[in-house]
């Protein structure tokens, strides 16, 4: 790193929780910086205290895993595992963790007495998926992130309508939020992965371009944005765990 950034972060002072300036600070201090380039920096230099990756192990999930695995193997992995995930998500997070050498997969599990008041058919889902995420993935995961100061997550610009404004840092309930992949289109994700050699989650070849619990995702059709396979028929394009989109500081998010 050159001497002007580390100047840079001398002044940063950042707290170990995070506040709305850090963000803005942060996004203009790596604009135009390459992505591996980034990573080092933050992870090498303990920029961001304690960090943990989120992580869905679904369609693109491999490639952010590699990125900060190959610096960082022993950065903390939350898995939320809902209970609704389909098998070969379950088989492909065993064979990326192994790929990559991942030391600390956490598998986040709704709690069982919320699930036994609230979800006592186990098809919540199928009525009032809002309240189904809430127990099955938004609690549980604010729980897990409590002790974190930072979180990685996979999120891309090119997935959806509503993310195309998604900044590389964000800040939510003081929290550092990163999105290494901000930038990345399908081409550079499929470039990564051949240029790794990383195993494709099972479901892509046959039409799964988004991958959540298996109630809620359906094949994407030709021409559709990579997420439409989400809650179709619904009013909902998010868990839960990630707020709308704001573009912190970036005059051009797509950088
Ligand atoms: S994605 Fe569907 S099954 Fe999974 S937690 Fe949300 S509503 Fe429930």
């Known amino acids: 790193m050159g001497s002007a950034a580390l100047r840079t972060l001398d002044r940063l002072d950042l707290a170990p ?3 709305e300036a850090d963000a803005v ?3 203009h201090m790596f604009r135009g910086r390459d992505t591996v ?9 303990n920029m961001l205290g304690d960090a943990a990756i989120v992580s869905s192990f679904g369609a693109e999930s491999a490639a952010l895993l590699h990125l900060i695995g190959s610096i960082d193997p022993d950065i903390a992995v939350l898995f939320l595992e809902t209970g609704k995930h389909f098998p070969e998500t379950l088989a492909y997070r065993d064979q990326l963790i192994e790929r990559i050498g991942l030391t600390n997969l956490r598998n986040i599990s709704p709690d069982a007495g919320t699930l036994a008041e609230k979800d006592t058919t186990g098809l919540r889902w199928s009525y009032d998926p809002d309240g189904c995420c809430e127990i099955r993935k938004v609690l549980p995961l604010r729980a897990a992130l409590a002790p974190f100061d930072a979180q990685f997550t996979g999120r891309k610009a090119f997935q959806s309508k509503t993310r195309t404004a998604l900044p590389r840092f964000e800040v939510e309930e003081g929290r550092l939020k990163v999105n290494p992949l901000a930038d990345w289109d399908r081409a550079a994700i499929d470039a990564y992965m051949t240029a790794h050699d990383l195993p494709v989650h099972p479901l892509v070849a046959q039409g799964y371009l988004s991958i ?3 109630p809620c995702t359906s094949i994407v059709k030709p021409g559709e944005d990579p997420r439409s396979g989400r809650w179709r028929g619904w009013d909902k394009v998010e868990c839960g765990i990630h707020t709308p989109v704001d573009t912190h500081g970036m005059d051009d998010p797509i950088f």
């Open 37 to 45: 380039e980034m990573l080092t920096v933050l992870l090498n230099e």
């Open 17 to 19: 929780r995070y506040r």
């Open 25 to 27: 600070r942060l996004n």
């Open 212 to 214: 959540g619990c298996a």
